[in-house]
Every structure is written in C-alpha cells, then in structure tokens.
C-alpha cells in the first residue's frame, strides 16, 4: 500500500523534521515497514553526505563491530585520498553517517569510490538534501535520528508497506537520484516494467542498490536530467514510459513534482495555498500539519504537477 | 496496544495501524429531545461510530450533528435507519458506506469510496469527492457539489449520482443499472463496458469507453435532470447529453437468462 508525503514552503524554512515526522506518523497504517525522509535544510558553503555502511538488520555476527569499523576507517580513508575536505562526520546509529565536506571534483567519481567499500551506500549527497530513512515508524526514525530540531524548505517522505522487496535500507525510500546533488523521489504503486527499464539503464552505466521497482524513477529522473530535461518534461515523458500504477514525488533543491498515472489507481491528496503546498496519500497526513477544515482535491489521471519554492 | 506520543488524549493504535479494538461509545453528545451533538476532534473513527450508534439506536435520536471529523477514514458506515445527519468537516476515505436510510449532509470533502454499497437514502457532499465515488451504488441520491476522482460509479447497481463539477476517467466503469448526472467534464473512457444505466453529462466528454454509446435526451431525462438539479440546488449547464450502453457486449446465450437476471 504505501503512504507518500510531500510539503513545500514557500516563504521561508520551517520546521519540516517534525513536520514531515507528524504527515507520515498519520500514515502509519499504510506502511509500518519502514520510514523514510528527503529533507532539504539550509545549503551550506560544502556538501552534506548521509550514507549507511550496513543495514540495520545484518545479521550481528562476531566480526560485525570489527568490519564496521574498518569501513568506517576506510571511509575517512577514501574522503581523504580523493581530495575531499571532510568538515565532520556524525554517526546517528552504529552503521548509518552524516558527513559535512568540501569537493570540488565529480560527485559521481567520489560517490562511487565511497560505495566501493564492502556494504557501504550512499543515500544522499547534495547541498541541502539529506535522506534518512530505518526501520520502523515515523517516530522512531525521526527520534533515531534527531529529526526534532530539523529546519528547512521542502520534504518529501514515505511510510512503506513492502511487497515487491526485502524490508531492509536499501529497500526503504526515498530514494537518491544518484549522482544529482538534491534530487530525491518517493513512490507508492508497482511498475511492471521495471526489469526492462533496469537493463536499459544499467546499460548506460546507472547503478542500483537494491530489488526494490521504485529505485527505477530515481535513477530515471536522473538519466532524463543528464539528458537536459527539465523535471517536468522528464515526469511527464516518464507517464509514456512506465507500465503499472503509480503516484510518484520528486524533490529537487528548489522544487517538488507529483505524477499520477493514466489510470489514477494510487490516491493523492493535494491541498494548496500561495505559502504552503503540502500533499499525501491521505488528508489525515495533511491534517497532521494543517489542523483545521481545508479544501483540498485529488489530482486527476496523467498529471504532472510541479512547485517551485 | 502502543501509544503514539506522548501526550495524553491523543489516538492510540494497535499494531495494524487499527484504532481501540475494544472501544466504547464515549457518551459526550449533547442530547436535547430527538437532537444531539458532539465533537469528533479527539475521538477515532470507531468511537465515532459508536457514538453515532448510542445516540440514534438506544437514545431515540434522530438528528445528529458531529462536528470536526477531521478527514478520518470510515465514518458513518452502516447506519440502518431514517435519521438526519450533519458532518461539519471533511472525511477520509469509506465514508458513509453500507447506509441504509439516512439524510446527510457533510459540509467538507470525502475521500475515496465515499456511500460504497449504499442502499437508499441521500448524501449531500459540498464540497470534492476522491475516486471511487459511490462504488456499488443501489439506490438513494448521491450528491457531490464539488469534483469527483476516478471510477465514479463503478458497479453501479441503481440510485443517482449528481456530480456539480467534473468526473475523473471511467466514470460509470461497469455500470448495471442508476443514473449519473455530470454537469460538468468527463472524463477519458466515460461508462467503459456498462451493461445498463443512463450517463447525463452537461459539459465535454474527453472519449467514450468501451461499448457507451450516446442516446437521445427525452422529455422523461429533461423531467428527471430538472427535478434533482432544482432538489439539491445545483445551477443547471445549458444542455446535456445521455450515453448508455451500446449492448455490444452483450454475448448472453439462451442457457443463461436466470444468470442474466441475477446480474442486472
């Protein structure tokens, strides 16, 4: 099943950790799997990286702590010898990193040469992005993770239900539109085609990190960007090329887009205001933000909708 | 059970996600005569419920208003008698399914299956309706102000359903037999295979679905869109065109009439 939640402010940062914590805590029951979130912060002068170097639910055997930490060495390793300027590195559980640092070269070269440590990904990498995303509720991510005091612009998130994959952080959204700094997407639906679409674009040199079909529109949006495509061309072409039911959300560093497919199977609620846009699988979720009557609508089959903050 | 937060006061839920499986009618409407109100803000859908249930099955009364039902999902479902019932806000999704009987009126939005399966009554909806729209439907007046999602209608097996604004694609998937008024656009595979049933639509259809074809509008159509527009208040378009099933797919062999008459 699956809830998708987006928001947008359009004058100024707010609290979005909490925010984006309340929309998909009301959600709960449409995925208590995992949860997940793509938050866009203040941009500072460097990068900010979130990556996990195992999954919260590894098997725990004898050397577990001791190849933990040697990844985590390497890490420090890696970031040094191609020339990253590491600022500082946080741990918010054992195995999952924030590192605050300064590159000047290409993001998709210092991604790679990061992930090539065993077990190691890379979730987000941007100016302001940042993905987190665990086992278990809204609540317990968010407090895993300090989300409480996370203040920013936009934020996209999604409480999963899993069905086409392992409950694991690789299976969780969102997902990386890995190497774009600052784009992230949600889904909920299934697209049919996705074992053609991932040999088409693992041909082209596209990587992916888990079985999950929803990897498939990141790293779509990603080619359809390189190709030069605005965000809303490449959502809209995006209708053409993907087989099954979806709604789908995107974030970028100053934008979010939604997609509805032509048979407008998966639900979205989308309610609007010059300062705010916030939308979810169920008004519930916006209620949790806006907590009194609204109008609100659902968007119809094919649409494509884009906010610019 | 697990308490979501920490505050008191506020939902709890078991770990499907479900609300209070043991619940009680809270018991705070204020009852004057055959009237009562309460205030659902706090309360969960269940407790809702509930409360609706004490108050028109053991209190006598008929005519409830509740206020602040906050978008929740499956909300005055089931109720099996006349009554008069007011929703000041907004539902979630299965709103009022299963009805059998009464008059309501909801004062926001609903979301998505809003009077599934109704049996017979009237619902007022002032603002927009999700998809799914009157799903089932078998009789009683359905009628949404604002615009519909998808599939309005779908399985329709009698009653009317009046749209004020638009309809998403399919509007009428597999209709058996009721009515549909839009007054304004349809959209894309308008009544896709409907066995029976009549489609009125009052501004453009973006393309027919499988087997609807367009029919002529008589003087009983004129009769009936005039009657239910002026009932609930709905500014009337111009003109309106009728569509109903073409019978193409109509492939009954002889060995099936009894079939054919469980169906439609």
Known sequence: MCGIAGIIHRDG???????????????????????????????????????????????????FAERLEQHRMELDARLGKIGATVDRVEGATEYAYRVRLSYDGDLKALTDYVEDIPDCEVLSLGNSLEIVKDLGDAETVARQYGLESFRGTHA???????TESDVDISGAHPYWAYPFSD?????????????QWRRRLERLGHRFQSECDSEIIAVYVAEKRAEGLSLETAMKQSLEDFDGVFTYAVVTGDSLGVAKDEMAAKPLVLYETPTLVALASEEVAIRAVVDREIDTVDPYESEVLVWSR | MEQVGGQAGRITYD??????????????????????????AELTARRINLELRWLLYEQGVHDVVVRNPGAKHSIG????????????????????????????????????SVCENMMSGVVVIEKNAGSLTGAALRGGD???????????????????????????????FMMQRGRQVICGNAGPGLGDSMYSGSIYVGGKVASLGV??????????????????LTAYGVDR????????????????????????????
């Open chain 1, 13 to 63: 940062p707010a609290d979005i950790g909490p925010e984006m914590t309340r929309m998909l805590q009301a959600m709960k029951h449409r995925g208590p799997d995992s949860t997940g979130f793509a938050l866009y912060g203040q941009p500072g002068d460097g990068l900010v990286m979130r990556l996990k170097l195992a999954d919260a639910n590894t098997p725990r055997d004898f050397g």
């Open chain 1, 156 to 162: 996209i998130g999604h409480a999963r239900m899993a």
């Open chain 1, 183 to 195: 784009i992230a997407v949600v889904h909920n639906g299934q697209l049919t085609n996705y074992h």
């Open chain 2, 15 to 40: 770990a499907r996600g479900l609300a209070e499986p043991d619940a009680e009618a809270p018991r705070t409407a204020k009852i004057e005569g055959d009237r009562a109100e309460f205030d659902a």
């Open chain 2, 77 to 112: 479902v089931g109720i099996l008698q006349r009554c008069t019932l007011r929703f000041e806000g907004s539902f979630g999704y299965f709103g009022l399914g299963l009805i059998d009987g009464p008059e309501v009126t909801v004062t926001g939005r609903v979301g998505w």
């Open chain 2, 142 to 172: 359905l009628v949404v102000k604002g615009s519909v999602g998808a599939r309005t209608g779908i399985d329709q097996k009698g009653g009317t359903i009046v749209v004020g604004g638009d309809a998403g694609l399919m509007s009428g």
């Open chain 2, 211 to 228: 087997d609807c074809v367009e029919a002529e509008l008589g003087p009983a159509d004129e009769e009936l869109l005039d009657r239910k």
């Open chain 2, 237 to 264: 378009p111009g003109s309106f065109r009728k569509f109903v099933c073409g019978k193409k797919l109509w492939n009954y062999d002889s060995l099936e009439p009894s079939e054919r008459k469980l169906v439609l």
